[in-house]
């Protein structure tokens, strides 16, 4: 049994970790249907074609980084009524929504670089204003691609300093350290990242408790700006009150927002 259990976690990781959601094909025909949505396929080195939603709207454009259950077509709304007159580009993870494949790190962190040079040579997009939006699982995603590309600032809502590190909070009777494929070790990265930084962090996250967002919060080294969002839970955060408009004001001037006091 003390190998067994090991062993069956080590082999069941990516069904733990990764939730794949498909997209009904009478979803995808209602936002085909959209003037203001284009879809993007990207072919990866190995041939994998991966899927992406393009929301149309002014030249500053946001990459976004779903949670691990989440089929990033609903944001299409969400964006537009949030933070109007901004574009976005939202990446449907390998095995996600349209995109094939399995989903790992590297695989992710190899589709958010790709995602990345396809946005900055985008017509009417400024090169000078792309910003990246992790949330849950993708903020280990978005803070990797900061780690690798320039960004003009970085939205992280529900963050973890590293997936391991919440890996060994709930499975602390295992040689998580040994047994997990993918880290996201985002506070590694974070003393050396100088893109400035909002971090949304759930008051009663029950997912990722706080302790987490807070470590990788203090550990940055650029400008920051903390946001804690008292009442929300992982999966509630952007019906608080201060969600969107702290979004809207960071991506006006995310230089220059204070740190959190």
Same mark, same amino acid.
């Given at each position: 049994m003390a190998i067994a259990v090991p062993l069956a976690v080590y082999f069941l990781q990516d069904s733990l970790i990764f939730y794949?959601?498909?997209?009904?094909?009478?979803?995808?025909?209602?936002?085909?249907?959209?003037?203001?949505?284009?879809?993007?396929?990207?072919?990866?080195?190995? @041939?994998?074609?991966?899927?992406?939603?393009?929301?149309?709207? @002014?030249?500053?454009?946001?990459?976004?980084? @779903? @949670?691990n259950a989440e089929e990033v077509s609903w944001m299409l709304d969400a964006a537009r009524a949030g933070a109007p007159g901004v574009s976005w580009l939202l990446l449907d993870y390998r095995g996600y929504g349209l995109s094939e494949g399995s989903p790992s790190q590297k695989a992710l962190i190899a589709d958010a670089l790709s995602l990345h040079d396809h946005a900055a040579r985008l017509p009417g997009v400024d090169s000078g204003r792309i910003y990246a939006f992790g949330r849950s699982l993708g903020s280990g995603v978005a803070v990797a691609l900061a780690a690798q590309r320039p960004l003009r600032g970085l939205i992280l809502s529900t963050p973890y300093d590293s997936l391991r590190a919440v890996a060994m909070r709930y499975y602390w009777f295992l040689p998580v350290r040994w047994l997990l494929k993918h880290p996201f070790d985002s506070v590694a990265l974070a003393p050396r990242l100088d893109t400035p930084l909002l971090c949304l962090i759930a008051g009663r996250d029950e997912v990722i408790p706080p302790a987490h967002a807070e470590r990788l919060y203090e550990a940055w080294r650029g400008p920051k700006r903390r946001v804690f969002l008292a009442s929300a839970s992982h999966n509630t955060t952007d019906e608080a009150a201060e969600f969107w408009p702290s979004i809207r004001t960071f991506l006006g001037n995310p230089g220059d927002n204070p740190a959190a006091r």
């Open positions: 794949r959601q498909p997209l009904a094909e009478s979803r995808h025909a209602a936002l085909a249907r959209r003037a203001d949505v284009a879809e993007v396929w990207l072919t990866a080195a190995d @041939g994998t074609r991966v899927h992406a939603w393009h929301l149309r709207a @002014g030249p500053t454009l946001v990459l976004y980084f @779903g @949670g």
